[in-house]
């Protein structure tokens, strides 16, 4: 890993909290144009805007759900790439594939268990990188190539 964890997390977690900002901009700009055009009175729409804050309703149940989203993945991005540092500072050249999910995606199971280097792994896609049907949802790991455990472990 060339760059440094916190610079490539903290670029990955504001591009995601821009996107997620800027979506919900645009929802609320278009949920109160509509509602004016139905006839709503502003304190109509405030105390629907108000509703749908205190009880997580579509607009503002999304953004939270986006949020704590992002940092989930942020989490696990952070302890991926700790891991990954930890294990080429000890030389590890070699990494296996790990499910972690009852049912893994079609791309992830197909990888369960396969070894290889982290130059492949990078070029082909690293878990919750993209590359998959679970995009950045995935939960699956690359470990050490010794590792002796099962190649899926279900929560």
């Known amino acids: 890993m060339s760059e440094p964890v916190p610079e490539a997390l903290s670029i990955i977690i504001a591009t995601q909290f821009s996107k997620i ?12 144009t509509l509602m004016k055009s139905n006839g709503m009175t502003d304190a109509a729409i ?32 952070s302890a991926n790439q700790a891991s990954m540092a930890l294990f080429q500072q000890e030389g590890i050249k070699e990494f296996v594939w790990v499910t972690v999910s009852k049912n893994p995606c079609i791309d992830c199971d197909e990888r369960k268990g396969e070894k290889a280097t982290m130059e492949f792994w990078e070029n082909v896609g690293v878990p919750a990188s993209g590359f998959s049907v679970c995009q950045g949802n995935c939960k699956c790991i690359l470990q050490a190539s010794g590792y002796t455990g099962d190649t899926t472990i279900n929560r």
Do not use: E, H, P
């Open 21 to 32: 900002a800027a979506q919900t901009t645009l929802d609320l700009q278009g949920l109160i």
């Open 46 to 77: 405030k105390q629907a805007l108000m509703n749908d804050l205190t009880t997580g309703g579509r607009l503002f149940g999304s953004f939270r759900n986006q949020v704590k989203n992002t940092v989930r993945s942020g989490v696990r991005i």
